[in-house]
């Protein structure tokens, strides 16, 4: 990009010539002062403030009252439909995240490779993630239609009867990991220019040792890209328990809560049933369910991914 | 680009070498292959889109005939005006395009002013706030959802742009490290000239870094106009009265009103014109979408 000094050091500063400005020691307050006024606000603030609402019943008209555990005991013992909305959102996550990584990167190591025009798919590719939304959203609820839809009119060509996705208590959910799949684009870049960053010296090494294209796959290309799969992964589960839009184009959470997820549940609860407490308390289990997967897979990770340089410090 | 300098070495080398040895004819047939199988994933993957321009130019009954064709017989552009005046799209589409630009520009200057400071200046405690800016990209946004909407509800924004568009002005930590990361690339050379040419730091900042990272800056400009033209839940919890929804909440709306006529052929119309402004963007500026990912460092 623009320069390679990326380790210059700063000799004005060591030499403190301006050492005698007090400003200089206040000034970078300022520069962040716009975040970190938000972050105290608008993350730090709200984040802890859940906390406490989850303690809390109030619905916005009569003054909250303290309930202690209660919202947590309701949840898990008393509220069949939050625990569905957990097992919804466990299986869409489960099947979602290993396909749309493996799309992903079985596409970008196709597109890594020099052949004229290769650019435009590079494109084509990326572009239902800039796209995603209600449209898209409504264009997928209409694909799946039962009579109409692109999808079942396509397998209709094969003689196969397709079921009614949507509208489908079984169907509703493949339908809905179907349709992700769609915007793997975004990983794919990633992927991309995590391919660029493996040094060719290895697959030339590889190459002299014998190595077939799959052994340079396994052996080479997906250490090297271990450490940008583990951040994806991380991001698109944490992503996946977040899906909204799609469900609340789509389905509404329906049929007979077959595709209620997380934050469906949740916005409802707070937004349409006025249960504040109720819904904090579903977002800060969210918080913990992504907090313990991270650390998990953090831990997990020791195991499987490799980063250069490591064993030379 | 640099994506495009990697990649297998095969078909290079091959025209120039004289004559055919099963190895090279071997990688060409293999490159033809892969050459078919993007192709037709290109095509697979591309079907929705054109399906969805497709069938916002047909007729009702053409949608409903089975088999489905192709292509409409006469192409209805008139299907597009129909869905855009049936409800008010034309407000919609200014209050989304105010939004939108509203928060870019606050991104930007909240982003890089916070950037700057990480990147150039020194002050007590700076990696402790920065591992604190980077550690709030992990919370789920979910998590403060509700007492962020309490606060909003107390000042009475309800219903007005103001949660949707004043936030982006106490910036967004995945930018301002994104952003930061660019900085930290620039020569620092020309910081220590411009100060003993008699800059100051705010000078510096808007003379030579702004000016210095527009990639960077068009990036951000970039992934800003996709998330706040897409938002969804902001608008739907914030917006209530009809005249005050943006594009995505009106298209939702519009949907509602569709179910009873099933117009499918306008709830494509009126799909397409709202991702029309999106697809205008992205084929001007689809490079710094690729570059974005890239400034963060994540290459290595």
Redesign the interface.
Known sequence: MTSQSQTAVRPAEKASFFGWWRWRRIEGYLFIAPWLIGFVAFVLGPFLASFFLSFADWNLVRPPSWVGLEHYRTMFTNDPKYIKSFVNTVYFTVFHVPLILVVALFIALLLNRQLPGIGVFRTLFYLPSVTAGVATAILWRFIFNYHYGLLNQAIGLVGIDGPNWLGSTKWAMPAFIIMSTWGFGSLMVLYLAGLQGVPRELYEAAEIDGATAWDKLLNVTIPMMSPVIFFTMIMTIIGSFQIFTAAFVMTEGGPADATLFYILYLYRSAFQWLRIGYASAMAWILFLVILALTLIQLKLSRRWVFYAGEELA | ????????RS??SLLSSPGWRWPQVRALLF?AF??L???A??IV?????V??VS?SLKTLPE??R???PLLPEVIRWDNYYVAWTSLPFTRWFFNTAFITVVNIFGTLL??S??A???AY???RG?NF?FV??LS?M??????????????F?HLGWINTFLPLTV?A???T?FY?FLLRQ?F??????L??AA??DGCN?LNI?WRIVMP?SK?ALAAVTAFTF?DS??D??GP??YLRQDSRLT???G??MF?DFQEGTGD?HL??AA??A??IP??IV??FA?KH???G???TG???
């Open positions: 680009m640099e994506v495009e300098q990697g990649a297998v078909s290079g490159n892969l050459y199988l993007i192709v994933g290109g993957f591309l079907i929705p889109f399906w969805m069938t949608i409903q089975i088999p489905q909240s982003c002013l916070a700057y400071g990480f200046t020194r002050f700076r706030l604190i800016l709030s992990m919370l789920p946004y979910h998590v403060r959802l509700i007492p962020t909407f309490l606060i509800n936030p002005f106490f910036g930590a301002i660019f930290l690339t620039l020569p620092k050379e910081d220590d100060r003993i730091s900042y210095l990639p996709i033209w897409n969804f839940l739907l919890i594009l995505s909440l298209l939702r949907l499918l709830m494509m799909s397409v709202t991702l999106i697809l992205f084929f689809q979408f690729v570059e990912v890239t400034f994540l290459k290595g």
